[in-house]
């Protein structure tokens, strides 16, 4: 729904070119709020960006090359709205280019990993806001390799068609490392699930290499949800293991209550990092977030979101969301965060 | 006029929803002019942008929410035409989200400085090119919150709507520090004012606050402008003062004469320096221009501009434009510039 | 043809503007491609961009003013949409605007070079991908002036109308140097040529200024080429000089063969290296190319192309393409490249 908002009557150039097979898309959100971020006995107030959905520009289009086969493209970016992209434009959430058909899709270039989508589908405040339970770099500094997150550059995907609900994809990253060096940034992953009527579930996983194997980087998840009508309620599950054995667990339970046009959303996480030191298995954060956003149309939507960080040990995660920050958790303390946002999708 | 070029037929994805109530507007200007600037004893010849408009690409749309509420987008980027902006394309022009009705309009974002307006809205010629005033960031380096000059991230608005030709706008920004410390560029501001038929007149005002209250910055200004028909007169008084005193003063009466398709342009500034030691005071400076434009059609206009600054004591105030620079005035001395351009709006 | 592909309906906002006359059109192009490239006795292999044309997103426009003359914009920057464009979107591949009659056209901004088209223009692999046999900035480091090897900032160009198969284009571009001091990226230059029928043949100069004159940059190129329907011949000779007299001079015969939807490419090229010492002289290269492009539509064309490099002297002339390197050739060694990729043209 989100990306998909706005086609523009396309005429090919080319005589001869059915111009009805072909269009491009112009796409867009502008999502801004005001937050309240508290810390450390310290606490910041201003303007931030993307607190429902990521702000974003982008374009894309399909063509009909006949035989079944499509081709297609879709270039997007991130749009920091409250400071009007002052780190400048790119199109670093997407850039791709495909070949579409009844054998699904192969994707070239620049686009999410694997094991990311878990993270956000199965969230209900996806990736999103003060509210999101941010199930992906867990491993924070222990993490080598943070490139590959949320996505990578230099990517090949292989979609397979939708098969009565089932779908899966593989995916394969050059880390393009000089031949008898090291082999860092190599990514390779994949994702399945099952879709269909009330139900979806996915499982993901996700490697990639290290300069050493003790940095290689792997992630593994799983998320599912179940639409009653009155009730959503979803389950997540993510681990990130380094090759020396450091793991974070996140368990994160959550839903989503429809109230006339607007939906109370609701989730607890609970971040379990293991097989290090002491220090390091006890640095464990829970988080915990309310929210309600009210659609004042498809497009136009407000929204409401409290969340609260509590952390073990010397941890000192954060609630945090884009274009704002400054405050720190004390080791071992809470943090909490309020927002208040308007998200328009063009 | 500048702003509104281009409807795109726009079609919604979302299936009920009204397509005929939703649109998309893609708009810019791409504005290129020779000019010569002589300082000093040197002169430099070169290409400049935004001799006339200030060159841009945005997108904006409204989408009309039913019960009298709308909401809207409006991202816009600088186009520096003459490099192919080296520096990167973004949106700091402005990058906002507005919630509009009967009640006017609430906007969120990257936006003008209500303080700005006036000083282009009643110069002959605005604040591009050579023959600009330039009554905005005045103080220089005494000018502690230069971030606010002419727009500022984080901003929160209310427009009234138009009430029988008054209207008025508040803005508050968030400076984004952390609570217990320094209030740098928090930034409050209003305008005010009265537009029908041939008269115009606006005051605004807007204060930043600095590191210590020594350099927090006030600017404050009044604009007016006649149009009776074969002459448009305006006059505008800007005075900006930081928080330890030092005063910068801008008179500027102005005229604008049609002639046919064209329309003669001319404009006197002083600039009076006060509040400070006698060699701030004396510190001066007088600009005029004049110029000639000639609009080929609504969308396309060539023009032609001379400006000549005076400065006193050791000032060293230089004609300049966007995209080309190099001479400064020697302390005290004089320096000129013409330009000649074209401006393309799209 | 690559370069019209999508044409928005356009709705001026002015009452009164004939709509029918103007338009802005979007564009673009994304390539991508996997390569393998060998030299030094290593390899890297990885995703590139802009193997068969560059990728590229724009925006242009066109205004009928009356009296059959025409104003016109254009602004197009370069997608490397291996990696989301990292280094940020600009419109560097040319940022223009136009005045154009039955005079031809006057263009301002950023725009290529004189001496850069016939380098593209008769190389059967175009400046793009592994087989581009790059006869633009061949002088290395000993060239001064890179800045204008392909565009320059700050030019003016006059077209003429074309002539009954005749068509010359004249350059100025501005180094913005202040007076008194160096001339350094002054630019001037000219192309002139004839194309009718299967014939097309140009010739071209630039010259452009150093801090030194023994800086000072002269490039001089022929192309022609032959259409017989099926075969397509075509012949470049390529000069690049410095004010010291170090040059380089390339002679590159190519073909284009259709069959069915595809075209064979291949091109031989030799770089001489004259006018300096023995050991400059000596470092000549040569490089060969074949490839085979498949076009699925007229906007989509998958290709695959290998090429190789041989160095002789020290030279270490290596065989890349965007997105992808890391590997130099060995010192009078070689260097191979092979690329297999799919072009996407909106």
Redesign the interface.
């Known amino acids: 729904?989100k990306k998909?908002?706005?086609?523009?009557?396309?005429?090919?150039?080319?005589a001869g070119?059915a111009s009805a097979q072909?269009s491009?898309?112009?796409f867009?959100i502008?999502?801004?709020?005001?937050a309240r971020l508290s810390a450390g006995g310290?606490?910041?107030?201003?303007?931030t960006n993307s607190g429902y959905n990521s702000s974003r520009?982008g374009?894309r289009?399909v063509?009909d090359?006949?035989g079944g086969?499509q081709?297609?493209?879709w270039?997007e970016?991130q749009?920091t709205?409250?400071?009007?992209?002052?780190?400048?434009?790119?199109?670093?959430?997407?850039?791709?280019?495909s070949?579409m058909g009844g054998f699904g899709e192969i994707r070239?270039?620049?686009d999410y990993t694997t094991h990311f989508w878990n993270t956000t589908v199965y969230d209900p405040f996806g990736t999103n806001g003060v509210g999101s339970a941010n199930t992906f770099a867990m491993l924070g500094a222990a993490n080598a390799n943070v490139s590959t997150a949320v996505?990578s550059?230099?990517?090949?995907s292989y979609f397979t068609p939708n098969l009565g609900g089932f779908s899966a994809q593989l995916q394969y990253a050059?880390?393009?490392?000089?031949?008898?060096g090291v082999k860092t940034n190599n990514f390779m992953g994949f994702r399945l699930g099952y879709a269909a009527g009330p139900i979806s579930v996915h499982g993901a996983y996700g490697k990639t290499e290290g300069a050493t194997d003790a940095v290689d980087h792997k992630a593994m998840n799983f998320g599912g949800s179940f639409d009653m009508g009155f009730l959503k309620a979803s389950l997540m599950v993510a681990q990130e293991k380094n090759g020396a054995g450091l793991k974070t667990i996140a368990i994160e339970p959550g839903i989503m209550v429809p109230v006339g046009a607007g939906v109370i959303r609701a989730s607890f996480a609970r971040h379990d990092q293991k097989g290090g030191t002491a220090a390091w298995n006890d640095n464990d954060w829970d988080k915990i977030a309310v929210g309600y956003l009210h659609n004042?149309?498809?497009?136009?939507t407000v929204y409401a979101t409290y969340a609260r960080i509590a952390n073990d040990g010397t941890q000192t995660k954060t609630v945090a969301n884009n274009?704002?920050g400054?405050?720190t958790a004390s080791p071992g303390g809470n943090s909490s965060g309020i927002e208040f946002g308007?998200r328009?999708a063009?």
Not at 30 to 34: E, K
Not at 84 to 95: E, H, L, P, V, Y
Not at 296 to 300: Q, V, Y
């Open positions: 729904m998909s908002l706005l086609a523009l009557a396309a005429l090919t150039a080319f070119a072909s491009v898309t112009l867009g502008v999502d801004a709020g005001v310290k606490s910041v107030t201003g303007m520009l374009f289009g063509e090359l006949g086969l081709a297609g493209f270039i970016g749009l709205n409250d400071d009007g992209n002052a780190a400048g434009m790119n199109w670093q959430r997407r850039s791709t280019v070949l070239l270039g620049r996505r550059n230099n990517a090949i050059f880390g393009e490392q000089v031949s008898g004042l149309s498809k497009r136009t274009g704002l400054g405050v308007v328009h063009f």
